[in-house]
């Protein structure tokens, strides 16, 4: 077995900060726009676990032990944009949770970074199942336990940009694809320096009925690349994720989800080898 050496702690702990973000990955339907009044209060449960740690491609740990239990709060409202007629829903995203790592005997828990934003729609047809969505977040430094390898708290501040278009191949079928860039402040207690990351998501889901589907899902991000004092702390990222979801309506109001996630491709940081979510929303 490898062991964790002080560089290979160092580089961890930044490879581990991008899990703060996890919150607001999109989930397949997540770019709907629902009609202007509407609110939803969403609670999620994410248990990501990992043993391995990658710097540079190459495999630096082996015995991690990374185990997380993830909380998230999350409340949207739809409304009009300002009087433009368009479609937008402001949001806040507030992360809370527990982590253990096996290989440094570490415990740590807390609120996380909380994330604030909401997407403009320039496309909102729900008959056609055609949205394009604008979506802007930025996420304060708000978390506990800061600079102790947190993942929920990153100490910085984030600019997150994305846009997602969503369309139905067939009455059955439907593609959604995201594309999203993080831009990222200094690491506030370090100075440390990061890259911007790059994101695509896709979706390819199975409509069994209107309140029902499945979906098969890929994502893989790139960059951010992280100095301090011109030495490298974390490398580029090329970094692969699959996964399968399954969602149902419970009458006319509560969603149930379900997901489990795989990373098929890690260049930097912890290899996710399965990540269940469980989500509940609640529309009114």
Known sequence: MKTLSTLTLSALFASLAPLAQADVKPDPGDYTALPQGTDVVVLYQQNPRGDKVYSGGKKVADNLGLDL????????HFTEFFNTGLTWDPQIVIPFGYQKTGATDSKNSGLGDITFGGTVWTIADLAKNEHLGWSVFVTAPTGSEKNQGFALSDNRWAL??????????????????????????EQRS???????????????RYN?????????????????RETLDHE???TSRSNGTIGFTVATM????VQVLGQLMHDT???????????????????Y
């Not at 491709?265 to 529309?283: C, H, P, T, W």
Request: hydrophobic share 40%.
């Open 69 to 76: 239990t993830v909380g998230v709060l999350r409340l949207i």
């Open 160 to 185: 997150d940009f994305q846009v997602g278009y969503i369309k139905g191949l067939t009455d059955k079928i439907t593609w959604d694809v995201i594309a999203e860039t993080e831009f990222y402040d």
């Open 190 to 204: 370090t100075d440390a320096k990061k890259d911007p990351l790059l994101q695509l998501h896709n979706h390819l």
């Open 208 to 224: 069994f009925t209107p309140d029902t589907y499945a979906a098969i899902s890929y994502r893989h991000n790139w960059g951010a």
């Open 232 to 234: 490298t702390l974390a």
């Open 250 to 253: 419970l009458g006319k109001q």
């Open 265 to 283: 491709s890690v260049r930097e940081g912890v290899k996710i080898d399965n990540s269940l979510q469980f989500r509940l929303a609640y529309f």
